[in-house]
């Protein structure tokens, strides 16, 4: 399998310089994918630099990098502190993250990622999870996908496509994408199809991956791992986990804001570095994932 094949790293340059790399540290790239930004990392290292890679989708391992100080680990990074501390790492230079679906994970018809073909039901980025597209659609309650379809795909129109699916799904399964168009083609108009199909997709696979809670653990699990001084540079698509790692960066929370100590201070765990950076258009030009793409960059106090 061909690295270009596979995946195009987004902000390339910037999300590795945001790392601040010191060539002898210690370098944790959460989303391997395709390997591209652990390939930069790797020229920046000395012989004594090391860098852990995670990713959770077997198809992965087969862009291992053949390289003494780089180490992949088949592994979703909701579970960075204890396989970097299981490895010997107790403390990390800096953390890149390039959420989201990969190219490749796209391009895969049989995946069920990508609105451009017909697919079984399926969305898992850890092909050995149980759960699945198909069992979300076809056994959530009306509740269940109203919520789903609500608060990750941020659909109006939640109430309405969760009873059309449980009215569709007692005639017989929705098994395919094509079916799922299909069971909620009027909730599609022609001239908005697109978006409307991108935003269903994404609250179904959210749902199928966890990967707001899967953010949310690595988040704070990054503030343990990382040394005062050390970086996070971590790329978001879409809104909620944009909001996430934003409000992490800014006061160490989620929601609300820190409290104050008797003096009026606050003790937050980064501070934000410069302002969040998008593609050039000539990057959205040649990789169109790139689009919705935002960088972040914190330190670690």
Known sequence: MLLMEYHKPVLL????????IQPNGVYVDVTFGGGGHSREILKCLGPEGRLVAFDQDKDALENAIDDPRFLLINENFRHLKRFLRFHGYR???GILGDFGVSSHQFDEPERGFSTRFDGRLDMRMDQDSPVSAYEVIN??????LRDVFYQYGELRAAAGMARVIVSFRQQHPIETTAQLKQALGRFLPRHRENKILAQIYQAIRIEVNGELEALKEFLIQSQDVLKPGGRLSLISYHSLEDRLVKRFMRNGLFEGEPEKDVFGRVSVPFKPVGKFIIPSEDEIQT????RSAKLRIAERL
């Open 91 to 93: 403390e990390v230079d």
């Open 13 to 20: 340059q910037a999300t590795v310089e945001g790392l601040n």
């Open 139 to 144: 056994e959530y309650t009306e509740a269940q």
């Open 287 to 290: 990789n169109n994932r790139a």
